[in-house]
């Protein structure tokens, strides 16, 4: 029986996937927030299917 991913699990993940893309310089810190939000998203749309 699978264990569900809790709520915090997936805002680490989407953080930490969100926070090397700005050590990298793929992203600005001025638009963390909404691609948070769709890193996030994709994240609970993908574990949670």
Known sequence: MEK???DEAI???AKEIVVK???IGRLSPSNFSETFESV???IRE???S
């Open 21 to 23: 893309f700005i050590e």
């Open 40 to 42: 996030y998203k994709a």
């Open 4 to 6: 569900p991913v809790s």
């Open 11 to 13: 805002l680490k993940v």
């Open 46 to 48: 993908t574990v949670r």
